[in-house]
């Protein structure tokens, strides 16, 4: 089995139980040896299409279709609270574990299906006459106005229209009661990144989080690839665990990719963190022709294959798992490209720029930026592969769209690119911004007219300008 696929079935504690035999009555310990299911003997793929039938407005009118018959072979099967019946959520404790990016932004927008199917999640519940509990960790970060519990509770009782009461029952180590959830139908547990034993997967803390919950719904995709007390462990208490509607959408997303037969098929790939990582990179490794790393891990690569790097780059406790995506890669005959070269800027001569080759950047020199070389190399890579998912038509963006394109990957609110395109008006401009509010300052504080196409979440948001020549929204 694939390390996605472990991941998936560690996080997601899946259930052999069929969804016309679910147990009714005592809730239990489940005993498997660790905090997961085993998947043997479970059905690989859904039968059939379906339909989700959602509107977090109380209409529920809107239907998506999500599946196709044997599309979902690549990852094993997962339950999901579509295929759970509707009467055995009636009277039951349901806890869920959402996704607070989703939720809890400081600009939520409610058009978008991960927030629709994510609201759609516990309206549901709670219209089957569940009571639910809510969990996840939250940051000032996403939104200033998340002080606190009852803050959070708050915010969410506003876009769910529905009340939500906050409960201190994790700071004061007492487990919820009965009695406790006759107040409402939906409560708020406090912020668990506040709590070490989150991380760890604490089975006391794990039980302590699900008393008297009967059922589980892990509707917080991004956190699938950790191993928390808040998904893995809670399972354990509950007799029945799934995955929400956002979790199954998004799910769905990474099959499709995972089903591509189209060639050659490139992975590029950002970011630090290679150790933790590494599950993930191996799967890319499966299914990839090429690894193109362009970010903090290809030094890690670099150094995998006997580069020298800079010190201060090197990643610790990573260079074991870097020599195994090295071997598993050369086994399986992936390309794996690095960069050859980097733009570097100097702690003590601010405003100079200099390249150097990958291999021998300069003490107290840092690298900021793909070289000349490497953006030539990718750009080879590259030439011969179709971006997926999406097809964006140029024309709309940019009156020319056959001049030189110019990338820049996080840009931020944008100020940097849009200055460089009123200077260059020979050149057509492409901000990659995964960060949405970031874009909506812009729009509302800018008239510099650009074009902002807005992509499926997890994938980011992307601006266009061509100077003079950009199309305005």
Request: some cysteine.
């Given at each position: 089995?694939?390390?996605?696929?472990?991941?998936?079935?560690?996080?997601?504690?899946?259930?052999?139980?069929?969804?016309?035999?679910?147990?009714?009555?005592?809730?239990?310990?489940?005993?498997?040896?660790?905090?997961?299911?085993?998947?043997?003997?479970?059905?690989?793929?859904?039968?059939?299409?379906?339909?989700?039938?959602?509107?977090?407005?109380?209409?529920?009118?809107?239907?998506?279709?999500?599946?196709?018959?044997?599309?979902?072979?690549?990852?094993?099967?997962?339950?999901?609270?579509?295929?759970?019946?509707?009467?055995?959520?009636?009277?039951?404790?349901?806890?869920?574990?959402?996704?607070?990016?989703?939720?809890?932004?400081?600009?939520?927008?409610?058009?978008?299906?991960?927030?629709?199917?994510?609201?759609?999640?516990?309206?549901?519940?709670?219209?089957?006459?569940?009571?639910?509990?809510?969990?996840?960790?939250?940051?000032?970060?996403?939104?200033?106005?998340?002080?606190?519990?009852?803050?959070?509770?708050?915010?969410?009782?506003?876009?769910?229209?529905?009340?939500?009461?906050?409960?201190?029952?994790?700071?004061?180590?007492?487990?919820?009661?009965?009695?406790?959830?006759?107040?409402?139908?939906?409560?708020?547990?406090?912020?668990?990144?506040?709590?070490?034993?989150?991380?760890?997967?604490?089975?006391?803390?794990?039980?302590?989080?699900?008393?008297?919950?009967?059922?589980?719904?892990?509707?917080?995709?991004?956190?699938?690839?950790?191993?928390?007390?808040?998904?893995?462990?809670?399972?354990?208490?509950?007799?029945?665990?799934?995955?929400?509607?956002?979790?199954?959408?998004?799910?769905?997303?990474?099959?499709?990719?995972?089903?591509?037969?189209?060639?050659?098929?490139?992975?590029?790939?950002?970011?630090?963190?290679?150790?933790?990582?590494?599950?993930?990179?191996?799967?890319?490794?499966?299914?990839?022709?090429?690894?193109?790393?362009?970010?903090?891990?290809?030094f890690q690569i670099m150094r995998a294959l006997g580069h020298s790097i800079p010190t201060n780059l090197v990643e610790r406790d990573a260079h074991k798992a870097a020599l195994d995506i090295v071997q598993f890669a050369h086994d399986k005959n992936v390309l794996m490209s690095y960069p050859k070269d980097f733009w570097c800027t100097n702690q003590h001569l601010p405003t100079e720029l200099e390249v150097f080759p990958a291999h021998g950047v300069s003490a107290s020199w840092l690298p900021v930026d793909l070289g000349p070389r490497s953006l030539e190399e990718i750009y080879s890579l590259v030439t011969n592969s179709k971006a997926y998912?999406?097809?964006?038509?140029?024309?709309?963006?940019?009156?020319?769209?056959?001049?030189?394109?110019?990338?820049?990957?996080?840009?931020?609110?944008?100020?940097?690119?849009?200055?460089?395109?009123?200077?260059?008006?020979?050149?057509?401009?492409?901000?990659?911004?995964?960060?949405?509010?970031?874009?909506?300052?812009?729009?509302?504080?800018?008239?510099?007219?650009?074009?902002?196409?807005?992509?499926?979440?997890?994938?980011?948001?992307?601006?266009?300008?061509?100077?003079?020549?950009?199309?305005?929204?």
């Open positions: 089995m694939s390390p996605v696929l472990k991941t998936v079935q560690t996080t997601l504690s899946l259930n052999k139980l069929s969804s016309s035999n679910y147990p009714r009555k005592e809730k239990k310990l489940l005993q498997h040896g660790s905090c997961s299911f085993p998947i043997n003997n479970v059905q690989l793929s859904f039968r059939g299409g379906f339909e989700v039938v959602s509107n977090v407005n109380r209409s529920h009118k809107e239907k998506t279709c999500l599946y196709d018959e044997g599309e979902l072979e690549a990852l094993p099967h997962v339950q999901t609270l579509r295929e759970f019946p509707r009467e055995e959520l009636v009277a039951k404790v349901v806890m869920v574990r959402f996704d607070s990016t989703i939720l809890l932004g400081e600009k939520l927008d409610l058009s978008s299906q991960s927030a629709s199917k994510a609201l759609y999640t516990i309206k549901y519940l709670h219209e089957c006459g569940a009571k639910v509990i809510l969990m996840s960790e939250w940051s000032r970060k996403i939104n200033p106005k998340l002080l606190d519990a009852q803050a959070v509770a708050d915010i969410l009782s506003s876009v769910l229209q529905l009340n939500v009461i906050a409960l201190r029952c994790i700071s004061c180590k007492s487990p919820l009661r009965r009695e406790d959830l006759q107040k409402a139908d939906i409560f708020l547990l406090e912020n668990l990144s506040e709590y070490k034993e989150e991380v760890a997967n604490c089975s006391k803390f794990a039980e302590l989080l699900s008393s008297e919950v009967d059922i589980l719904v892990n509707d917080s995709f991004c956190q699938s690839h950790k191993v928390l007390a808040s998904t893995v462990g809670v399972a354990r208490f509950c007799y029945a665990s799934m995955a929400g509607f956002s979790f199954e959408e998004n799910l769905h997303q990474l099959k499709k990719i995972a089903k591509t037969k189209k060639k050659p098929y490139l992975a590029v790939i950002g970011g630090g963190n290679l150790k933790r990582n590494a599950a993930a990179l191996q799967f890319l490794a499966s299914r990839c022709d090429a690894l193109v790393f362009v970010g903090q891990m290809s998912p999406f097809e964006i038509d140029w024309s709309v963006a940019y009156h020319d769209a056959s001049l030189p394109l110019v990338v820049d990957i996080g840009s931020g609110n944008g100020l940097f690119i849009m200055g460089m395109a009123q200077n260059r008006k020979d050149l057509n401009f492409l901000g990659l911004e995964i960060n949405g509010k970031i874009l909506y300052w812009f729009k509302c504080n800018n008239d510099i007219p650009f074009h902002c196409l807005q992509l499926p979440r997890r994938i980011g948001s992307c601006f266009s300008s061509g100077g003079a020549c950009c199309k305005g929204r």
